[in-house]
């Protein structure tokens, strides 16, 4: 992906071969994931914000999705650990609905594939997104 971006140039663009594979594999990951089918993974069982907050930290990159589709829509507390998501985690699939919640949470338009933008904005702003009050701006 750093080299289809431009982030991690290959040296002098001799492996014109590997340019083009980093270019035809990025525009398919980002076609899947911006247009493909996105279906929402449940929980068997009710849970406690807080269990889902446990979830985000799971080996399991499934219970991570399933965590992100199912904490309350409007509960801006998860914010920090969307951006910790963000900036760690390294399944795409994880990282697109992250990105997704993130910017419904703030009406933000960030791209999965640029999070440094989005960590950039967060750090401007996470002080406007009080923890203690989930529903506030």
């Known amino acids: 992906m750093d080299i289809a971006l431009g ?15 980093a270019d035809a594999t990025a525009s398919a990951v980002l076609a899947e ?16 914000p807080e269990a889902m907050k446990q979830f985000l930290s799971s080996p399991n990159p499934l219970e991570r999705e ?14 920090p650990n969307l ?10 699939s994880v990282l697109h609905r992250a990105v997704g ?13 640029k999070t440094q933008d989005l960590l950039d904005w967060w750090d401007e702003n996470q002080k406007s997104y009080d923890a203690s009050d989930p529903q506030k701006p």
């Open 101 to 113: 919640r993130f910017n419904a949470l703030t009406n933000q338009s960030f791209v999965f594939w």
């Open 7 to 21: 982030k991690r140039p290959e040296p002098e663009f001799k492996n014109a071969q590997l340019v083009r594979l």
């Open 66 to 79: 399933a965590a992100i589709d199912n904490y309350p829509e409007n509960d801006k507390s998860i914010l």
């Open 83 to 92: 951006v910790e998501i963000i900036r760690a985690d390294s399944n795409l």
């Open 33 to 48: 994931k911006q247009y493909g089918v996105r279906l929402s993974i449940p929980f068997k069982q009710t849970q406690t």
